[in-house]
């Protein structure tokens, strides 16, 4: 089946860790996207790839990081700098990044403990 | 700056009823709108992709217009059932970004 997998479901973070969020798809879509979104408000972009080797800041990008190293994969890390992570995160691509339908993988929910 | 908004941000309606959702937007250039659903805890489903040269789209009992001079497009649900009960959210493709509403809960009343 085709789609985009993103692991864990939930994921509990210590103050101060680093965790690592997985987003795979074997759409042979180019782009993907990290999406944040909180109770009461649209998706929030966090950050974009074009293209393998390459990614873009959204408009939250402060206390994350990503890598591309391959076009199925699109981890995404939340760093000890971002003071306010608990969300629920959302992973998607699409063909490019040209203004083509976007799909979603189910998300993975975030709490600090 | 593009700013999308739904209203409203409940909806609880009984079985059967048919519905319309509302999704506006602030800059009529726009490449396409996307509508979604999205079940409690869960990713989020495409429903519906209108481009900015169309007027609608159908898939089954879901209807979606678009009108882009007045910066509004709505989701027509048919003969709501309770498994339509979602949040409901609307996105905008926008100089290469999607802009997004907040989304419409909606409660279908058995």
């Known amino acids: 089946d085709g789609g985009i997998t993103q692991s864990p479901k939930y994921l509990f973070r210590k103050e101060g860790q680093n965790v690592t969020l997985s987003c795979e798809q074997n759409?042979?879509?180019?782009?993907m996207y990290w999406y944040r979104q909180d109770p009461g408000q649209g998706l929030r972009l966090i950050y974009y790839?074009?293209?393998?080797?390459?990614?873009q800041k959204g408009d939250i990008a402060e206390g994350y990081s990503v890598s591309r190293e391959k076009k199925e994969s699109f981890p995404l890390t939340v760093t000890s700098a971002q003071k306010n992570p608990t969300a629920f995160y959302l992973c998607?691509?699409?063909?490019?990044?040209?203004?083509?339908?976007?799909?979603f993988g189910q998300g993975t929910r975030l709490t600090v403990v | 700056k593009q700013e999308v908004t739904q209203i409203p941000a409940a909806l609880s309606v009984p079985e059967g009823e048919n519905l319309v959702l509302n999704c506006s937007f602030t800059?009529?250039?726009?490449?396409?709108l996307q509508w979604f659903r999205q079940d409690p805890g869960k990713g989020l489903t495409s429903l519906l992709l209108?481009?900015?040269s169309q007027r609608e789209q159908t898939s089954g009992r879901l209807n979606a217009s678009l009108d882009k001079s007045s910066g509004r497009s709505t989701l027509y649900i048919a003969a709501s059932q309770p498994g339509d009960s979602a949040t409901y959210l609307c996105?905008?493709?926008?100089?290469?970004?999607?802009?997004w509403g907040a989304g419409t809960k909606l409660i279908i009343k058995p």
């Open positions: 998607a691509s699409s063909i490019d990044r040209g203004n083509t339908e976007a799909f």
């Open positions: 800059d009529s250039a726009i490449y396409n």
């Open positions: 996105a905008v493709h926008s100089n290469y970004q999607l802009i």
């Open positions: 790839s074009q293209i393998v080797n390459d990614f």
């Open positions: 209108i481009q900015s």
């Open positions: 759409l042979n879509h180019d782009a």
